[in-house]
T-cell receptor
Framework: SQKIEQNSEALNIQEGKTATLTCNYT??????LQWYRQDPGRGPVFLLL?????KEKRKERLKVTFDTTLKQSLFHITASQPADSATYLC?????????????FGKGTSLLVTP | DAGVIQSPRHEVTEMGQEVTLRCKPI?????LFWYRQTMMRGLELLIY????????DSGMPEDRFSAKMPNASFSTLKIQPSEPRDSAVYFC???????????FGSGTRLTVV
């Protein structure tokens, strides 16, 4: 069966450091991978999409890598701030018969302390 | 645009009652998705519409759940009869192009007692 695995343990880091979150997947052949941010009591918010041939993508302090051989994506937040504290979700398209319907990982909670 | 609008924000109902959740997608978005989120199972896709047509409803738990999209600006998710295990946050999301991801609503927190 298809699986998207993210570290269930919360990640606690100090302000100014780089946070690195991991997303591993099995039984997907994704052409795209997405990352979302979710704050308590709110819906997820789209952050980045990376294509299978891009390897790395950056947006401001965010950097995402995508390794289809390892079946893994890494999500980095550089110079982290307390406002970056949230849960971060990785998402992959379910299958080619479902358009771009996404399956989501359970997310990793990030806490940035001053 | 006001974003994806869901109503109600909170719903508390008794077991066996009918529940209807509503969603207004962003104007111009041609894809609409219903998700359910719990601590145990995370975000689960229930159903996906494209141009108002259901494309994938394999995530709908059972016959008690039904969803409709009568036009491009409105969708409903109905649970009849509701059960305590249906308690969750239900999200609606819309999209017009995969490269821009989904826009989610604020969700409906459903509690069935």
């Amino acid at each position: 069966s298809q699986k998207i695995e993210q570290n269930s343990e919360a990640l606690n880091i100090q302000e100014g450091k780089t946070a690195t979150l991991t997303c591993n997947y099995t039984n997907y052949s994704p052409a795209y991978l997405q990352w979302y941010r979710q704050d308590p009591g709110r819906g997820p918010v789209f952050l980045l999409l990376i294509r299978e041939n891009e390897k790395e993508k950056r947006k401001e302090r965010l950097k995402v890598t995508f390794d289809t051989t390892l079946k893994q994506s890494l999500f980095h937040i550089t110079a982290s701030q307390p406002a970056d504290s949230a849960t971060y979700l990785c998402a992959l398209e379910k299958n080619s018969n479902s358009g771009y319907a996404l399956n989501f990982g359970k997310g990793t909670s990030l806490l940035v302390t001053p | 645009d006001a974003g994806v609008i869901q109503s109600p924000r909170h719903e508390v109902t008794e077991m066996g009652q009918e529940v209807t959740l509503r969603c207004k997608p962003i104007s111009g978005h041609n894809s609409l998705f219903w998700y359910r989120q719990t601590m145990m199972r995370g975000l689960e896709l229930l159903i996906y519409f494209n141009n108002n047509v259901p494309i994938d409803d394999s995530g709908m738990p059972e016959d008690r759940f039904s969803a409709k999209m009568p036009n491009a600006s409105f969708s409903t998710l109905k649970i009849q009869p509701s059960e305590p295990r249906d308690s969750a946050v239900y999200f609606c999301a819309s999209s017009f192009e995969r490269l821009y991801g989904y826009t989610f609503g604020s969700g409906t927190r459903l509690t069935v007692v």
